[in-house]
């Protein structure tokens, strides 16, 4: 029996993330202190250690900074295998990592480093889940 996927639960660190998916927004938390941006939410910069942070609505662009293909899964996610994970550079900073759509993981060897992908949102249970898809070729 195939199992559910994990789904996000909002906490009070996280309520506001979530309530900007809703949005079809991707807020970051930024440093007011040395104005870097971090990914995940924290209390404390992992940059300077301060707790001036704020969120900002980010552009929903990044690049693909490494991906893999995985063939075997656990739980809701084993009937999607295989299926594309990615660490994408988040225009803004820092990194995510996601399922990656509008890949073919049987062709990884069209996958490209550093090539442009957007967030976008699924909903999931009644979360909006951030994923990252590449763009079309211009
Ligand atoms: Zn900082």
Redesign the pocket.
């Known amino acids: 029996m195939p199992g559910k996927k994990p789904i996000p639960f909002p906490s009070p660190l996280t309520e506001i993330f979530w309530k900007g998916t809703r949005e079809g927004k991707l807020l970051l938390p930024k ?6 941006v ?1 990914w995940y939410p924290r209390y404390i ?6 707790m ?2 704020t969120w900002i609505e980010g552009s929903g662009e990044g690049t693909i900074h490494t991906f893999a293909v995985q063939h075997r899964a656990f739980g809701g996610w084993a009937e999607d295998a295989p299926f594309v994970t990615a660490f994408i550079d988040l225009k803004e900073g820092d990194r995510m990592v996601t399922v990656l759509r509008g890949v073919d993981p049987l062709k990884p060897e069209e996958i490209k480093i550093g090539s442009k992908v957007r967030v976008e949102f699924e909903e999931m249970e009644g979360m909006f889940v951030p994923f990252w898809r590449l763009e079309a070729a211009a």
């Open positions: 440093c007011n202190q040395c104005g870097k971090h910069c992992p940059h300077c250690h301060s001036d942070l």
